[in-house]
DNA sequence: AGACATAATTAGAACTATTCTAATTATGTT
DNA sequence: AACATAATTAGAATAGTTCTAATTATGTCT
């Protein structure tokens, strides 16, 4: 997936995002990264902690803040914050948002109809520059989803 | 277009309106509610205490998070996240997201345009219960607004 | 390769927003 | 007034996260 070959990022890429120049891929944040991919249910610190120490039972819960904080910060995972609950974790770099259905419990990735950004429903002043968007719904989903 | 200091709410504390139903109006929370519909730049409970405390210097600030609990609970004043920052307390009971300025830091209140809701934009299955629905915006206002 | 500089990992302490505890005080009702 | 219940209060506790400082790993330059 990501190079272990010395280079600070994947030399599979053809065109590196500047973001993610002078990204180390220590095996630690491989192996976070490769855990968030393998389990796509947007999972806390914790949970990610929990499942690393299953290969890697010497990491440090401090290591999973610091490496989450990496891929978060060069743009490989995205945060996802409900309320004041503890942040989890997303590998989903599309244009997404996120619902929890308040019966199991699961959180699931939610797109866009076609061609429909969210800007579109708002009242923004003409020439507003969006950098940063977060979306949490909660709700039931019908029966039989 | 932009919301920050409209006139849509009750401006008295005295008159109670339906909301306020089973919620026994103390004098502190009275002063918390009071605050909030003063000023309402959305606040921290920590800067709600700092104003409190200017008419009310006895008042802890457990009492302002029970009371801002409880304004909430009752559904009188809403609970704001931006990412893990402190909550921040909306007296706004209109349907409308928040616009975080990042030059001034600004928080403003901003509607939907005109019959628009935000499920109009997302593919959510057909039949969903949206119960809760929080959305945070970061960005630049133009020029001159 | 070895020496060096820099960056990441680690354990544990510290931080901070918030909640809890238990005592006191206020309020509403008979 | 007496009583029951609820709110307020100070301070302790909690929990997620960040920080500190020591150690270890990595990349670069001879
Ligand atoms: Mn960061
Ligand atoms: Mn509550
Ligand atoms: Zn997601
Ligand atoms: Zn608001």
Redesign the pocket.
């Known amino acids: 997936m990501l190079g272990n070959d010395?280079e600070a990022l994947p030399t599979a890429a053809k065109e590196i995002p500047p973001e993610l120049q002078g990204l180390?891929m220590?095996?630690?944040?491989r192996e976070v990264y490769s855990v968030l991919l393998h389990n796509r249910d947007h999972p806390?610190?914790?949970e990610v902690f929990g499942r690393v120490q299953a290969d890697m039972p010497?990491?440090?819960?401090?290591?999973v803040?610091?490496?989450l904080?990496?891929l978060v910060d060069h743009g490989l995972i995205n945060r996802v914050n409900f309320d004041?609950e503890?942040?989890r974790f997303c590998v989903n770099l599309t244009p997404h948002v996120h619902f929890q259905d308040k019966k199991s419990g699961v959180i699931h990735d939610l797109s866009f109809k076609d061609g429909c950004q969210i800007t579109d429903v708002l009242d923004l002043p003409n020439g507003t520059e969006v950098s940063e968007l977060e979306l949490t719904i909660r709700g039931f989903l019908p029966k039989g989803s």
Do not use: E
């Open positions: 010395g180390r220590t095996k630690q944040r806390t610190a914790n010497s990491i440090s819960l401090a290591t803040y610091n490496c904080d990496a004041r503890p942040s």
